[in-house]
């Protein structure tokens, strides 16, 4: 069983920058496709970042991140990073780390293909 434990949230004013770590127990983590989702009150949990198994592997971005965010891991301390700059108030969310238990060389951006989630932590973006 794989524990994801996120941390680095917070309240920061819009155009600010936060990093998110994802600290990962159990299982295998360097086989791990990871991702980076969030949810808005009201709204569907939506893919912000993933990246592949392997340290400096492929990574994938939502378009309303590109340019801002960056994911990265170090397989070695068993952690997920996610750097957020030029925060907007749009970002606002519970952001979530997941992993993948999908034997995958790629990267993975759909939430049902994921089967570990940390329990979130709150990003929040004053105008």
């Known amino acids: 069983q794989v524990q994801l434990v996120e941390s680095g949230g917070g309240l920061v004013q819009a155009g600010g920058s936060l990093r998110l770590s994802c600290a990962a127990s159990?299982?295998?983590?360097?086989?791990?496709?990871m991702g980076w989702f969030r949810q808005a009150p009201g709204k569907e949990r939506e893919i912000v970042a993933a990246?592949?198994?392997?340290?400096?592997?492929?990574?994938d971005y939502a378009d309303s991140v590109k340019g801002r965010f960056t994911i990265s891991r170090d397989n070695a301390k068993k952690l997920v990073y996610l750097q957020m700059n030029s925060l907007k108030v749009e970002d606002t969310a519970v952001y979530y780390c997941?992993?993948?238990?999908?034997?995958?060389?790629?990267?993975?951006?759909?939430?049902?293909?994921?089967?570990?989630w940390g329990q979130g932590t709150q990003v929040t973006v004053s105008s």
């Open positions: 159990g299982g295998i983590f360097s086989t791990y496709p």
């Open positions: 990246i592949s198994w392997y340290s400096g592997g492929s990574t």
């Open positions: 997941a992993a993948s238990a999908a034997r995958r060389v790629g990267t993975i951006t759909r939430k049902y293909e994921y089967d570990y």
